[in-house]
């Protein structure tokens, strides 16, 4: 922002710079500035240019070409032509069946993980929020989960979930009694599904807890001592002042999680592979299915772009969701 | 009065301990089993009730999952991939961020825009294109193909962190440098990157772990096994002998041990990376 106020003087009578509409104030005092100005932009373009074509090139271009790819039958053997289709392979999908329990599926996911990581992330950033003994060790525990991969933290939890002789029956079954036989975890579709979303929950917690704890941190003390002496019990206190406070960052950690929830892949490719018979696919294994499985990348380019367009819109409604109250109120 | 204040605040305390404790176990307790299980023969790995201190700890695991499958070299390729990738994400989101942080010129909006882009859409949507591209470019069952790739999907995340970073730094620094003729990349070098060092650990731990833990891209474009990487190595362990669990989890230690030293040594870097993303955001 800054340089501007030295470079851009010269820049007032030129319409090519989107941005130089405040340099107006500042009349060209030097002849120089003019060459400066024209030096500094190239500079800048030579910044840029290296790393943003290399974004363009592997992430930008094939945004755009997954859309061009759904419309056609595509093939992959070289030499032979893809037939452009339309939007076959869009009303394709809406007759699939297994595409709608997809869909489902991933919809669970969302709706047991994002809600779980919110709320134990959040309570476990409040218990820290003080001067608890180990708050260190605390915090790297919690974390511990978000920095390994998810590859070992799937086969991890495949293991402890095993019917007979896995670590999760024994506690609930022989250990606490809590049901009466062992849980089919993986072979049935909304035990996986919850399985999965156990997996979700404890792999995600630390992330929305160090967001929230560097959240809660910033609320400023006297305003939380300030509801203390109004005699205000420490749950009213926590929704009156700490919770409108970290409302922006609550949205933020919201929106990521749903994002992050429609890119569930790892774990359901290694647990459960989308079976048993389909039952467990989610948007991504599915496609992933369709694309390198049966080599029809028209179909799965379709099923990828169904997926960015219900993140998209999911990720507006939300941010309008959140932004509505909090603009009323000021 | 002041007494039963006290007493009400160490029963808070012991609860908020109690509550934290709990929770610490349920999080560390799969890591202490998947240990365990490392070092167990495999009759043990499945018996009941589950033994947390092995009777018959072996490390035999360990060995055959190093020697088997090119086990090292697996560590080898992800040690390579993950090193290059960091090196040039950072340098090229460096780079870019500067651009945006200190410059005016047309066009900026909409890059930054592109960029933001770049880091709303889902990963993996891009899967199809981008294996028809690296077909194109002849990156498929190469390494290289992985650091172009991984490279490219860290820098708009990079740049959006280093950007803002970028702008904290007081103009008058930079100033002086100008007023002494040092030229754009002189103050870039000089100037801006040293100063940002925290914030350059921070992109560069992202990056390193990010391509380090990657599954799916080199899944998908890597068939040749010299060229596995961990990840892809660790999987392939399930599929094999999907009932050896002491040498899938003996390859997953291995595979994580370098993760957890990089975390524990980083540790501050880390959370106020990601806090800071966040809360600016």
Same mark, same amino acid.
């Given at each position: 922002?800054?340089?501007?106020?030295?470079?851009? +003087?010269?820049?007032?009578?030129?319409?090519?710079?989107?941005?130089?509409? +405040?340099?107006?104030?500042?009349?060209?005092?030097?002849?120089?500035?003019?060459?400066?100005?024209?030096? &500094?932009?190239?500079?800048?373009?030579?910044? !840029?240019?290296?790393?943003?074509?290399?974004?363009?090139?592997?992430?930008?271009?094939?945004?755009?070409r997954?859309?061009?790819?759904?419309?056609?039958?595509?093939?992959?053997?070289?030499?032979?032509?893809?037939?452009?289709?339309?939007?076959?392979?869009?009303?394709?999908?809406?007759?699939?069946?297994i595409?709608?329990?997809?869909? &489902?599926?991933?919809?669970?996911?969302?709706?047991?993980?994002?809600?779980?990581?919110?709320?134990?992330?959040?309570? $476990?950033?409040?218990?820290?929020?003080?001067?608890?003994?180990?708050?260190?060790?605390?915090? $790297?525990?919690?974390? !511990?989960?978000?920095?390994? +991969?998810?590859?070992?933290?799937?086969?991890?939890?495949?293991?402890?979930?095993?019917?007979?002789?896995? %670590?999760?029956?024994?506690?609930?079954?022989?250990?606490?009694? %809590?049901?009466?036989?062992?849980?089919?975890?993986l072979?049935?579709?909304?035990?996986?599904?919850?399985?999965?979303?156990?997996?979700?929950?404890?792999?995600?917690?630390?992330?929305?807890?160090?967001?929230?704890?560097?959240a809660?941190?910033?609320?400023?003390? &006297? !305003?939380?001592e300030?509801?203390?002496?109004?005699?205000?019990?420490?749950?009213?206190?926590?929704?009156?002042?700490?919770?409108?406070?970290?409302?922006?960052?609550?949205?933020? =950690?919201?929106?990521?999680?749903?994002?992050? +929830?429609?890119?569930?892949?790892?774990? =359901?490719?290694?647990?459960?592979?989308?079976?048993? !018979?389909?039952?467990?696919?989610?948007?991504?294994?599915?496609?992933?299915?369709w694309?390198?499985?049966?080599?029809?990348?028209?179909?799965?380019?379709?099923?990828?772009?169904?997926?960015t367009?219900?993140?998209? =819109?999911?990720?507006?409604?939300?941010?309008?969701?959140?932004?509505?109250?909090? &603009?009323?109120?000021? | 009065?002041?007494?039963?204040?006290?007493?009400?605040? /160490?029963?808070?305390?012991?609860?908020?301990?109690?509550?934290?404790?709990?929770?610490?176990?349920?999080?560390?307790l799969?890591?202490?089993?998947?240990?365990?299980?490392?070092?167990?023969?495999n009759?043990?790995?499945? @018996?009941?009730?589950?033994?947390?201190?092995? /009777?018959?700890?072996?490390?035999?695991n360990?060995?055959?999952?190093?020697?088997?499958?090119?086990?090292? /070299?697996?560590?080898?390729? @992800?040690?390579?991939?993950?090193?290059?990738?960091?090196?040039?994400?950072?340098l090229?989101?460096?780079?870019?961020?500067?651009?945006?942080a200190?410059?005016?010129?047309?066009?900026?909006?909409?890059?930054?825009?592109?960029?933001?882009?770049?880091l709303?859409?889902?990963?993996?949507?891009?899967?199809?294109?981008? *294996?028809?591209?690296?077909?194109?470019?002849?990156?498929?069952?190469?390494l290289?193909?992985?650091?172009? #790739?991984?490279?490219?999907?860290?820098?708009?995340?990079?740049?959006?962190?280093?950007?803002? *970073?970028?702008?904290?730094?007081?103009?008058?620094?930079?100033?002086?440098?100008?007023?002494?003729?040092?030229?754009?990349?002189?103050?870039?070098?000089?100037?801006?990157?040293?100063?940002?060092?925290?914030?350059?650990?921070?992109?560069a731990? #992202?990056?390193?772990?990010a391509?380090?833990?990657?599954?799916?891209?080199?899944?998908?474009?890597?068939?040749?096994?010299?060229?596995?990487?961990?990840?892809?190595?660790?999987?392939?362990?399930?599929?094999? /002998?999907?009932?050896?669990?002491?040498?899938?989890?003996?390859?997953?230690?291995i595979?994580?041990?370098?993760?957890?030293?990089?975390f524990?040594?980083?540790?501050?870097?880390?959370?106020?990376?990601?806090?800071?993303?966040?809360?600016?955001?």
């Amino acid at each position: 922002m800054r340089p501007s106020r030295l470079t851009a +003087s010269s820049n007032s009578g030129t319409t090519s710079d989107p941005l130089g509409r +405040s340099a107006t104030a500042l009349r060209p005092r030097f002849r120089s500035t003019s060459v400066r100005r024209r030096k &500094e932009i190239t500079a800048a373009y030579l910044f !840029l240019a290296p790393g943003f074509f290399l974004f363009a090139l592997v992430i930008l271009y094939p945004i755009v070409r997954a859309f061009q790819i759904s419309l056609f039958n595509w093939s992959i053997v070289p030499g032979t032509a893809s037939h452009f289709l339309g939007l076959h392979n869009y009303s394709r999908a809406i007759h699939d069946p297994i595409f709608w329990r997809a869909l &489902e599926n991933t919809g669970f996911y969302m709706a047991v993980t994002v809600p779980g990581q919110i709320v134990l992330g959040l309570a $476990t950033a409040v218990l820290l929020d003080a001067h608890v003994p180990g708050r260190g060790l605390f915090r $790297t525990i919690y974390y !511990l989960p978000v920095v390994t +991969s998810w590859v070992v933290v799937s086969l991890l939890f495949q293991y402890l979930f095993i019917t007979d002789g896995g %670590l999760a029956n024994w506690i609930l079954h022989d250990n606490l009694h %809590l049901v009466g036989h062992n849980i089919d975890w993986l072979g049935t579709r909304w035990m996986a599904m919850i399985s999965l979303g156990i997996l979700g929950i404890w792999k995600g917690v630390g992330w929305a807890m160090v967001i929230f704890l560097a959240a809660l941190q910033g609320v400023p003390v &006297e !305003l939380k001592e300030a509801a203390a002496v109004d005699g205000a019990k420490a749950w009213a206190r926590f929704r009156a002042v700490s919770l409108p406070a970290i409302r922006p960052v609550i949205a933020f =950690v919201t929106v990521m999680l749903v994002i992050g +929830s429609f890119n569930v892949f790892i774990s =359901v490719f290694l647990m459960t592979k989308g079976g048993p !018979l389909d039952e467990t696919q989610v948007l991504l294994t599915y496609m992933y299915r369709w694309a390198f499985s049966y080599l029809d990348f028209g179909y799965g380019s379709a099923l990828s772009f169904i997926l960015t367009l219900i993140v998209f =819109v999911l990720a507006l409604a939300q941010l309008r969701l959140f932004r509505r109250p909090a &603009e009323a109120r000021s | 009065m002041v007494v039963g204040n006290v007493r009400r605040a /160490h029963t808070v305390m012991s609860a908020r301990l109690a509550l934290l404790s709990a929770g610490a176990v349920v999080m560390i307790l799969p890591f202490a089993y998947m240990l365990s299980t490392s070092f167990k023969p495999n009759a043990l790995v499945l @018996s009941i009730p589950p033994q947390f201190l092995p /009777h018959h700890a072996t490390t035999s695991n360990y060995t055959q999952a190093w020697s088997s499958n090119q086990f090292g /070299h697996y560590f080898v390729n @992800s040690l390579w991939v993950a090193v290059v990738t960091t090196v040039a994400a950072v340098l090229l989101s460096a780079m870019m961020a500067y651009a945006l942080a200190r410059f005016r010129f047309p066009g900026r909006t909409v890059a930054f825009g592109l960029i933001l882009v770049g880091l709303m859409v889902p990963g993996l949507m891009m899967l199809i294109p981008q *294996f028809l591209l690296a077909k194109k470019l002849l990156l498929l069952n190469s390494l290289w193909g992985l650091v172009v #790739f991984y490279t490219g999907g860290n820098l708009a995340l990079n740049t959006f962190l280093l950007r803002s *970073f970028f702008q904290d730094i007081p103009w008058e620094l930079e100033e002086a440098m100008v007023v002494d003729g040092g030229g754009p990349w002189t103050r870039f070098w000089r100037l801006i990157l040293p100063l940002s060092r925290p914030a350059l650990a921070v992109v560069a731990i #992202f990056t390193f772990l990010a391509s380090w833990d990657e599954f799916t891209w080199a899944l998908t474009i890597i068939n040749d096994p010299s060229k596995y990487t961990l990840p892809i190595g660790i999987a392939l362990f399930q599929g094999q /002998h999907s009932t050896s669990w002491g040498l899938v989890f003996a390859a997953s230690a291995i595979a994580i041990g370098p993760v957890i030293a990089i975390f524990a040594v980083f540790q501050r870097q880390f959370v106020s990376g990601i806090a800071t993303g966040a809360v600016k955001a």
